[in-house]
T-cell receptor, first 114, second 114 residues
């Protein structure tokens, strides 16, 4: 079975600084997708960034980028120039593509301090 | 606005009540999901529907009964729930037949069982 582990329950960062959120996963599959979702206090789960396992290049999306280490099964999210609106829970998730169902980690609460 | 609407946003029910959660998506997707989000636990997949057919039941107790009358609507019928069923219930949809599709989530229903 696939598992996703987020070992840090919460983190705090100063506005405009950079923060990295960690995620590891376990799978025997060779082809899969990894995601970071953001859940603000409004509770709406929003996709932040997506990485295809067969792509070596790390995905980037504006201030958000990932460090994907396939051999180590590690998938961290880096947020640059943190903004107050980045305050939210962040979930790492995995999908094999079968029905696109997602396996989630426990999430990490990120607080951006003004 | 992600196109997935859940009602009600909040629900308080007694253990002997019967209630239903509703989810509607306007994205033309053919897969819909119910997830349960409890405090300090990863999101748990409950049910998956593809083209109105249930393709996964993740060992969910029978007091939760899903219904998918068409690809745009998904219900979760609740009866004789327990206090430990109190949680945020999230509905999601996706294209379902593409490997790299993302899931779009509703804002969830906060359920409290008293």
């Amino acid at each position: 079975a696939q598992t996703v582990t987020q070992s840090q329950p919460e983190m705090s960062v100063q506005e405009a600084e950079t923060v990295t959120l960690s995620c590891t996963y376990d799978t025997s599959e060779n082809n899969y997708y990894l995601f970071w979702y953001k859940q603000p206090p409004s509770r709406q789960m929003i996709l932040v960034i997506r990485q295809e396992a067969y792509k070596q290049q790390n995905a980037t999306e504006n201030r958000f980028s990932v460090n994907f280490q396939k051999a180590a099964k590690s998938f961290s999210l880096k947020i640059s120039d943190s903004q107050l609106g980045d305050t939210a829970m962040y979930f790492c998730a995995y999908s094999t593509g079968a029905n696109s169902k997602l396996t989630f980690g426990k999430g990490i609460t990120l607080s951006v301090r003004p | 606005e992600t196109g997935v609407t859940q009602t009600p946003r909040h629900l308080v029910m007694g253990m002997t009540n019967k209630k239903s959660l509703k989810c509607e998506q306007h994205l033309g997707h053919n897969a819909m999901y119910w997830y349960k989000q409890s405090a300090k636990k990863p999101l748990e997949l409950m049910f998956v529907y593809n083209f109105k057919e249930q393709t996964e039941n993740n060992s969910v107790p029978s007091r939760f009964s899903p219904e998918c009358p068409n690809s745009s609507h998904l219900f979760l019928h609740l009866h004789t729930l327990q206090p430990e069923d109190s949680a945020l219930y999230l509905c999601a949809s996706s294209q379902g037949d593409r490997f790299n599709t993302e899931a779009f989530f509703g804002q969830g229903t906060r359920l409290t069982v008293v």
